[in-house]
Structure formats: structure tokens, C-alpha cells
């Protein structure tokens, strides 16, 4: 499975990324909190309503996107 990084995040309205902020990583919007936290924590056991509380300015709408957007994105590159 690809990793985050690996996913073209460009279709994804709960991201955005500026190469003048955190190192041009793809953010949640309006934030400075990488995507690739979001699979971190998850993958450490965090749930999403943990991820939520950790992570002030990310909603859980947003990381729901993200999710769903990586799931769409890695039903593609595997088919």
C-alpha cells in the first residue's frame, strides 16, 4: 500500500501545501499539522476522535476527508 506522501493530495480540500511552511509537507488546511500525523497516530493506535483532541485546528471532518481520500486514492493505484 502506498504510503501518504506517496498520494496525489492536490484533490483533497482538507489539505494544502506552501513550500514556505513546514517544508512544503502537505498540511490540514489552515494549519501546520502534517497529513502524515494523522496516519502516524492512527498507526500508533490513536483514534480518530483521540487525533482530533492531540491536534487543536484539524476537525474531525477534515481528517475524515483525508482518510477517505487516501482510501480512494490507494483503490486506484491498486486496481
Known sequence: MP???HLD??????????PQRVSGAWVFRGTRIPVA??????????SLVEF???F?????????QVL???ARST???LA
Request: hydrophobic residues 45%; negative net charge.
Open 9 to 18: 493530495w492536490a484533490d483533497c480540500p482538507a489539505v494544502e501545501q506552501d
Open 68 to 70: 477517505e481520500h487516501a
Open 37 to 46: 500525523a494523522l496516519f502516524e497516530n492512527l498507526e500508533d493506535g490513536v
Open 56 to 64: 487543536p485546528g484539524v476537525s474531525a471532518a477534515q481528517a475524515r
Open 52 to 54: 482530533v483532541e492531540l
Open 3 to 5: 504510503t501518504p506522501s
Open 75 to 77: 483503490a486506484v493505484v
